[in-house]
T-cell receptor
Framework: DAMVIQNPRYQVTQFGKPVTLSCSQT?????MYWYQQKSSQAPKLLFH???????NEADTPDNFQSRRPNTSFCFLDIRSPGLGDAAMYLC???????????FGSGTRLTVV | QKEVEQNSGPLSVPEGAIASLNCTYS??????FFWYRQYSGKSPELIMS????GDKEDGRFTAQLNKASQYVSLLIRDSQPSDSATYLC????????????FGSGTRLLVRP
């Protein structure tokens, strides 16, 4: 089945230690998104890509970076995680036709 | 003012009742609207989309849209305990950015 896959499902990292979250898709969608969702809050958009064109939200901290080496893969890098970065990180894909997103299963990040 | 407003709930209904979830949005340019269901600790799942004023039915779900009032709702008929989840309203931005704006969701609790 075509899908969006995030790895790992759970990630524990140390305060200040760089961490990378990954997302892959078999839907061949040209738009990919990274969202951060904290408990009882709306998902917050961090970045998105139209094909290889990178779009950063104005309020995304510099501590967060992203890479999309090809259509299928997208990575979220957190350079120096703080306790406030503990959250669920959601990857999503869509086409440019205004249809809804398809989400991956998410990565729950814990910072210790 | 938040871009998308939803009552956080919890909305508690007995099994078999109709659950009514409401959402208002501020972007008058939004043309596409989506409802996502999110179980605790899981990623959002698309359950309904609506693009035109009026009602759209899909099984036990009915989405209603009134663009003039900037209002969208979701009705769940014959509510089941398995419907207990948080429901996220998500208009698509009207600026051709292909970005969904998420509300913080309404938590629904269906009592057996």
């Amino acid at each position: 089945d075509a899908m969006v896959i995030q790895n790992p499902r759970y990630q524990v990292t140390q305060f200040g230690k760089p961490v990378t979250l990954s997302c892959s898709q078999t839907l061949n969608h040209n738009v990919m998104y990274w969202y951060q969702q904290k408990s009882s809050q709306a998902p917050k958009l961090l970045f998105h890509y139209y094909d290889k064109d990178f779009n950063n939200e104005a309020d995304t901290p510099d501590n967060f970076q992203s890479r999309r080496p090809n259509t299928s893969f997208c990575f979220l890098d957190i350079r120096s995680p703080g306790l406030g970065d503990a959250a669920m990180y959601l990857c999503a894909t869509s086409t440019r036709t205004g249809q809804g997103y398809t989400f991956g299963s998410g990565t729950r990040l814990t910072v210790v | 003012q938040k871009e998308v407003e939803q009552n956080s709930g919890p909305l508690s209904v007995p099994e078999g009742a109709i659950a009514s979830l409401n959402c208002t949005y501020s972007d008058r340019g939004s043309q596409s609207f989506f409802w996502y269901r999110q179980y605790s600790g899981k990623s959002p799942e698309l359950i309904m989309s609506i693009y035109s004023n009026g009602d759209k039915e899909d099984g036990r779900f009915t989405a209603q849209l009134n663009k003039a009032s900037q209002y969208v709702s979701l009705l769940i008929r014959d509510s089941q305990p398995s419907d207990s989840a948080t429901y996220l309203c998500a208009p698509l931005r009207g600026d051709s950015s292909y970005k969904l704006i998420f509300g913080s969701g309404t938590r629904l609790l269906v009592r057996p």
